[in-house]
């Protein structure tokens, strides 16, 4: 069965670092990929999208890493600061089911000043 | 503002006791979305509209349904619920897919007892 997986414990970084969070696929050929910053008890937040045809994209301190051989995704935040702790979530979705998209669980991540 | 508006934003019901749920966009967005977000269980998309009139399953369409009478509204019907459709619920919508940026609400907390 298709299976996303985001590590399910805390990454606890000090303001300042990169947090470098991963997200793996299993039986999956995603047209593309997304990551999202949730708060607790708010909606998601589109941070970025990756294309299949793509290996990396940035936007300000984010950098996300595509690699379909490895069927995973690395989603970097540079010089972080407390106000990026938040749960970030990564997403997958498939040219043959163009409506559907499947979330991984979420790594919460605690930037500690 | 870009806006995606829920109602109600917290539900209290009784298995059985049918509710609707309420979402609308003011983007004039072809796409729009249910999901359901469980502890541990991430987002788990439940119905998907990809046009008026144009809807399809996700992965957990079981106990609910939809309609798209109009762009801008998307409602989640639960016609009797159960005390397992206990969850935080999303609408998101979008230009033209999930392959784009998406807008999330601000989720509905329902209860049923």
């Known amino acids: 069965s298709q299976k996303i997986e985001q590590n399910s414990e805390a990454l606890n970084i000090q303001e300042g670092k990169t947090a470098t969070l991963t997200c793996n696929y299993t039986?999956?050929?995603?047209?593309?990929l997304q990551w999202y910053r949730q708060d607790p008890g708010r909606g998601p937040v589109f941070l970025l999208l990756?294309?299949?045809?793509?290996k990396e994209k940035r936007k300000e301190r984010l950098k996300v890493t595509f690699d379909t051989t490895l069927k995973q995704s690395l989603f970097h935040i540079t010089a972080s600061q407390p106000a990026d702790s938040a749960t970030y979530l990564c997403?997958?979705?498939?040219?043959?089911?163009?409506?559907?998209?499947?979330f991984g669980a979420g790594t919460q991540v605690v930037v500690t000043p | 503002e870009a806006q995606v508006t829920q109602n109600p934003r917290y539900l209290i019901t009784v298995t059985g006791k049918k509710l609707t749920v309420t979402c609308s966009q003011n983007m004039n967005h072809e796409y729009m979305s249910w999901y359901r977000q469980d502890p541990g269980l991430g987002l788990r998309q439940i119905y998907y509209?990809?046009?008026?009139?144009?809807?399809d399953k996700g992965d957990v369409p079981e106990g609910y349904k939809v309609s798209r009478k109009e762009k801008r509204n998307f409602p989640l019907i639960l016609e009797s619920p159960s005390p397992n459709q206990t969850s935080l619920y999303f609408c998101?919508?979008?230009?033209?897919?999930?392959?784009?940026?998406?807008?999330f609400g601000e989720g509905s907390w329902l209860t049923v007892v």
């Open positions: 998101a919508s979008s230009f033209a897919g999930p392959g784009n940026t998406i807008y």
């Open positions: 997403a997958l979705g498939k040219t043959d089911s163009w409506g559907k998209l499947q």
């Open positions: 039986n999956y050929s995603p047209a593309y």
């Open positions: 990756i294309r299949e045809n793509e």
């Open positions: 509209s990809m046009n008026v009139e144009v809807t």
